[in-house]
């Protein structure tokens, strides 16, 4: 019995001594410094959904699309949050990347400027001064927004400008509107003012074109299908968890920065970017389902006005992948 109970207990020792697995660690790169539309990620993280897939999250903040598109082909983030039509120009010229999810299926790019200032539709820009960033997403599709409202470059006065010169031109007057996103610039300036902004948003007017989402390394997904798999998964139910409670998503922000923000625009910035997850085909579907169509519209969107080489329109599908989402309600 004594050596029954022994070997038990060596057993249990050796079992004890083997570690458990452990989690893969895993670098996401933001498109820019953190901000509301941001949230599910923090969220994910706190409430242990992506340690639930076997992943230990570091997420860190970028410095523009095209800056983390080029540190997730060179290897140095595993996963970037960018701007899907940015990354599809990188793509094109050779760099090898692919979107793993497209998460926001709606533009967010706008023309906003103070409420108080009554500029509501495409009309109400004629005299106004626009602020513009030269070359950045926003300008490029701009002269289509132009040509679907009917507006001419005479009709208004243009100020050019870095993003910190375009966010003070509209603050201290120089300009009545920018062009940024609904959920981004325009919380930017409610901070900084505490005063309202009107958003007139280019998708109200027939431009129908993918913004943000996951992207990877093209060798990167290959080697590590298992991994990109529990990361999407892990992200949609972020996502999915967030969108329930966009408060507590906002403030799990600030728990990991509490510089990122204020809570009342974080939220604010956050439940302006939901309704961008989802177009009237995948309404019903779980995020990050874009559908061809709407890919293969943005591709075409981007050869016409957004400086994407013709050749993207031969094949749209090698830009994105939905093989790595989760099924639904799985």
Request: neutral net charge; aromatic residues 8%; proline residues 5%.
């Amino acid at each position: 019995m004594k050596r029954l109970i022994g070997a038990a207990s060596v057993a249990l020792m050796v079992f004890a001594a083997v570690p458990a697995q452990a989690a893969d660690k895993i670098v996401l790169m933001l498109n820019w410094y953190v901000y509301g539309e941001h949230a599910p990620f923090y969220y994910g993280k706190a409430k242990g959904i992506y340690a639930a897939e076997g992943i230990e999250l570091e997420i860190q903040e970028g410095r523009g699309s095209a800056a983390t598109t080029q540190a997730v082909a060179a290897k140095t983030a595993d996963f970037g949050y960018v701007d899907v039509p940015t990354m599809m120009r990188a793509a094109i010229k050779g760099a090898p990347v692919v979107a793993t999810g497209v998460l926001l299926q709606t533009s967010p790019m706008s023309a906003m400027g103070f409420a108080d200032k009554n500029i509501k539709k495409p009309e109400d820009i004629k005299g106004k001064t626009v602020a513009i960033t030269p070359a950045d997403s926003m300008t490029q599709i701009w002269p289509l927004f132009l040509k679907k409202t009917g507006l001419k470059e005479s009709d208004f006065q243009t100020v050019a400008g870095d993003g910190q010169t375009k966010l003070n031109a509209v603050i201290n007057g120089q300009a009545d509107l920018l062009l940024g996103y609904v959920m981004d610039q325009s919380m930017k300036i409610k901070d900084a003012t505490g005063k309202d902004v009107y958003p007139i948003k280019f998708a109200d007017y027939g431009i129908n074109m993918v913004s943000s989402g996951i992207i990877a390394n093209a060798d990167y997904v290959k080697a590590n299908a298992d991994l990109v798999r529990r990361f999407m998964s892990a992200t949609t139910k972020a996502v999915e968890a967030a969108e329930k409670e966009p408060k507590a998503a906002a403030q799990s922000i600030l728990d990991a920065n509490p510089k990122g923000g204020k809570i009342d625009t974080l939220t604010q910035g956050f439940e302006l970017t939901i309704p961008l997850y989802r177009t009237a085909e995948t309404k019903s579907k779980r995020p990050f389902q874009v559908t061809d169509q709407n890919m293969t519209d943005s591709v075409n969107l981007m050869v016409e006005y957004g400086g994407l080489d013709a050749k993207a329109k031969d094949n749209p599908k090698a830009f994105y992948t939905n093989d790595y989402l989760p099924k639904s309600g799985s």
